[in-house]
């Protein structure tokens, strides 16, 4: 088999992924203005992926909940300790099988199809390297937020939530691994089944190890880690024994051995474009500490970032439709019909986040109670809510647009793109219009 050549990535000078094909032959309006088959596709693809990624991001919030069941001081460090493992930890995973979404899915596009075992086996290997120096990281996690100023009893109970959730971070980078292998081949169904099977068992394993066992905190984070794991198995079991994979999974090569530095040149810039992203929302966060009026400051953002987070999720949905459509069709090397399905999901992806933005603006109030009885929060949440939406409409497109740089391996491009954006453009505005301008909150 060949080098790390193996699959044809596509050159930025190559020419961009923009315009439409030749699409519907049909005479109906909406077909001029969508390729109708193309978006049919692209929907029954992404609202799976959506309940996989919500189901994921709810067996850390159920373990969270239940933290605030057992006191204040509980869910501030059930709270803190899930943030610093987010944006530490569970973020680089979700970044580094990024390189799978291009060399898997342009190489099922080539029909390389032995490859992918072999990429899937490589980026497991990365994942877990990377899964020991995170650990040891999670080891000093009291000392170091105690060294950023975060209240100590808190930073204890935080440091303690993240031990207990070690092992579900090795879980979870393999389990990032084996969801890019399936989505780039289109098998998804058993992905939402093999995250929300466990997601139901992780409600009564918490509620089990909480209480009937008596781990108390410890629990909540454990019962995380646990869960994370049985959906690892099932998927697992899934690929070995399905007849699906015969040909794309042969079983363990050492052939990945030699593929673990191609996998490592798109995994690290693959990483870094969404570590820069989540990070650049938790600097935000701190940052609103050091406003006037902290308190309501802090809350205003965090409200805000929350509320974009789960916008985000209906984007993600179709991000990773249109990293597989565009990586499987420039493997097969259909460049036009890459093209085609790229402009596609942009307008599927800014029409759901118009909905959304329409939703919010008519709703505002009503959203806003959800997270805080003040009226005093919810009347400055009212006034933000219109930048929020101008941002929401634009990073559902910047979402789409980061699936088409994993499908091509651009994620260099990308990776500096959002450092650009959000470090020499974002950040820098940001403290202007804070603290110099005195707009405060807005400014974000």
């Known amino acids: 088999m060949s080098s790390s050549s193996a699959t044809p990535l596509l050159r930025p000078e190559d020419g961009g992924i923009c315009g439409e094909e030749e699409g519907s032959r049909s005479n109906t309006w909406w077909a001029k203005v969508i390729d109708v088959k193309e978006a049919k596709e692209q929907l029954l693809f992404a609202f799976p992926m959506i309940l996989t990624n919500v189901s994921y991001y709810g067996i850390t919030l159920i373990s969270v909940m239940f933290a605030g069941h057992l006191g204040d001081v509980e869910l501030a460090g059930a709270t803190l300790g899930n943030s610093w493992g987010t944006v530490t930890g569970l973020a680089l995973m979700t970044g580094l099988s990024g390189a799978l979404e291009t060399l898997c899915g342009q190489g099922y596009g080539a029909k390389l199809y032995r490859m992918l075992g072999v990429y899937l086996q490589s980026s497991i290997l990365i994942s877990a390297f990377f899964s020991i120096i995170i650990s040891i990281l999670w080891f000093f996690t009291e000392p170091i937020l105690i060294w950023l100023h975060q209240e100590p009893q808190v930073s204890k109970l935080a440091a303690l939530y993240l031990k207990y959730l070690i092992p579900g971070l090795f ?52 019962s995380g880690s646990v869960s994370l794991w049985i959906s690892f198995v099932m998927l697992a079991l899934y690929i070995k024994f399905s007849d699906k994979f015969r040909y794309t999974w042969e079983g363990f090569s050492a052939d990945s051995f030699r593929f673990i530095i191609p996998c490592m040149k798109l995994a690290l810039p693959s990483a870094l474009m969404v570590c820069l992203e989540y990070w650049a929302f938790e600097i935000l966060v701190i940052l609103a500490g050091l406003l006037p009026n902290s308190e309501l400051s802090t809350s205003l953002i965090a409200m805000c970032v929350n509320t974009e987070a789960i916008a985000y999720m209906i984007t993600y949905g179709f991000s990773a439709a249109v990293s597989t459509r565009v990586s499987n069709e420039i493997g097969a090397g259909n460049i036009e019909k890459a093209k085609n399905a790229v402009s596609v999901t942009l307008k599927l992806a800014v029409l759901l986040g118009v909905i959304v933005v329409l939703l919010l603006a008519f709703g505002h109030d009503r959203w806003a109670s959800f997270f805080s009885n003040s009226h005093d929060i919810i009347r400055a949440f009212a006034s933000m809510t219109p930048l929020l939406l101008v941002s929401i409409v634009l990073d559902s497109a910047q979402g789409v647009l980061s699936g088409v740089s994993r499908g091509c391996g651009w994620q260099h491009l990308a990776a500096w793109t959002n450092l650009v954006a959000f470090y020499v453009i974002g950040m820098p505005s940001g403290l202007l219009f804070s603290f110099m301008l005195a707009i405060h909150a807005k400014a974000r």
């Open 171 to 222: 879980a979870y980078g393999f389990l990032q691994c084996m969801l890019r292998f399936l989505q780039t081949q289109s098998v998804i169904i058993p992905l939402v089944i093999c995250s929300m099977v466990p997601l139901l068992i992780h409600v009564g394993l918490t509620y089990l190890m909480v209480h009937a066992l008596g781990l108390g905190f410890k629990g909540t984070a454990l």
